[in-house]
């Protein structure tokens, strides 16, 4: 979560509500460090008895968190909240039947296009895969890609496979999943995106600053992304230039056109904690806040009201009400897909693969042994596996 000193400030939001509820004592830490070094910090708070009560967290280690003890068991809690929080951004909160806080931000995987661009070029945003092949096709006959790659960021691939109805992970009951990372859907999905990074429809990405001149000149007229690379986009695509618009990703030919979650955080209570009631007000208080979250690309996840696309995103899209537009798909992202609780093996165990996209080497022959792997993890983990 950005602390950049020109958004509006955590701190600020805290103060104001420990003034609102007398007798509350809220203290907030930021913390910089990477995601990992994070994760592990607060599990060895819990273990050490030095927790704090909450820790916001990527939805992508919810699961892995909970099966791991680390979670407070909040069900009884959060259950007045229900009629607020959709069941796609509740599902990112909840684990073998139990919840174990509030979603923060909903954060559908989404493209991002230039329409300037794409009309200049004859292309309208895309309604299935044909349609979209089509226009990386025309878009890549004028010089132009449809999008960048973000190649090193296992979730990006897995939420693509997701939206196009292939889900890496989909759990069956409690104890059981279904691993499809090497179905039919993910190994077509990930022969095609290969085949348009060879045909330079898609730019290979190693993070914003590798695609700033290709997005500042113009080469770039599209981002399959999240609600959160807002700002950086706005940052790469520069001021005034041309006119942006948001649309859903298009299922492959024979799927369901679906909404996946891709890069959302989560507000979670930790094992131990004494006011579990008071925590998840204070963060339900927060959703409540939408100016908090919006400037930094986040889009709350509950029903909140007022919410509206901040000025700093005007240069890019202009009158469009992307923040609008984001929260209506960010409510019907599908619960019945979730990030496993052995998902940051499979993340790493993926990025070797990483590399492959720009050679000859297939990458969807990477998949089998990936798939493995995850079910290795879920069967040592204690929980099973579903066949097909």
């Known amino acids: 979560?950005?602390?950049?000193?020109d958004l509006p400030s955590l701190e600020s939001a805290g103060d104001g509500y420990q003034r609102r509820n007398p007798g509350v004592t809220l203290n907030l830490h930021a913390i910089s460090s990477t995601t990992d070094t994070y994760l592990n910090t607060l599990e060895t708070s819990v273990e050490e008895g030095k927790a704090p009560c909450m820790a916001q967290v990527p939805s992508t280690s919810v699961a892995k968190l909970a099966h791991h003890g680390v979670l407070e068991d909040v069900t009884q809690y959060a259950e007045q909240y229900r009629d607020k929080y959709d069941r796609g951004p509740m599902s990112r909160?909840?684990?073998?039947?139990?919840t174990y806080g509030l979603p923060m931000d909903t954060s559908p995987m989404v493209l991002f296009y230039d329409s300037d661009a794409w009309s200049e070029?004859?292309?309208?945003?895309?309604?299935?895969?044909?349609?979209?092949?089509?226009?990386a096709t025309i878009l890549a006959s004028t010089g132009k890609a449809v999008s960048d790659m973000p190649v090193e960021k296992t979730g990006?691939?897995?939420?693509?496979?997701?939206?196009?109805?292939?889900p890496w992970f989909v759990p069956l009951n409690d104890t059981t999943w279904r691993v499809g990372i090497d179905s039919d859907?993910?190994?077509?999905?990930?022969?095609?995106?290969?085949?348009?990074?060879?045909?330079?429809?898609?730019?290979?990405?190693h993070g914003w600053e590798s695609v700033q001149t290709d997005f500042s000149s113009g080469k770039i007229v599209g981002h399959i992304g999240a609600p959160a690379d807002l700002p950086d986009l706005t940052t790469a695509v520069g001021a005034g230039r041309h006119h942006w618009k948001v649309t859903t990703i298009p299922p492959l030919e024979g799927s369901d056109s679906r909404v996946a979650s891709y890069q959302g955080s989560s507000w979670v209570v930790l094992k131990g904690c004494k006011t579990p009631s008071e925590a998840l007000d204070f963060a339900d208080a927060l959703d409540d806040q939408p100016?908090?979250?919006?400037?930094?690309?986040?889009i709350p996840a509950g029903k909140a009201e007022r919410m509206t696309t901040p000025t700093s995103f005007k240069t890019l899209v202009g009158n469009e009400d992307v923040v609008g537009d984001l929260a209506d798909l960010g409510r019907k992202i599908d619960d019945d897909s979730s990030i496993s609780p052995v998902w940051d093996e499979v993340a790493a165990a993926w990025r070797p693969s990483a590399k492959l996209w720009a050679t000859k080497t297939k990458v969807s022959g990477t998949l089998p042994a990936l798939a493995?792997?995850?079910?290795?993890?879920?069967?040592?983990?204690?929980?099973?596996?579903?066949?097909?």
């Open 1 to 5: 979560m950005s602390m950049a000193s």
């Open 93 to 98: 909160v909840a684990y073998q039947g139990r």
């Open 121 to 135: 070029a004859h292309v309208s945003a895309p309604k299935n895969w044909e349609e979209f092949r089509a226009a």
């Open 156 to 166: 990006w691939l897995a939420a693509v496979s997701d939206t196009t109805g292939s």
């Open 185 to 205: 859907g993910v190994r077509k999905l990930t022969d095609e995106l290969q085949r348009m990074v060879e045909a330079k429809q898609l730019v290979v990405s």
């Open 291 to 298: 100016e908090l979250l919006t400037g930094r690309g986040l």
């Open 372 to 388: 493995s792997r995850a079910r290795g993890a879920l069967a040592a983990g204690g929980l099973k596996v579903a066949e097909g």
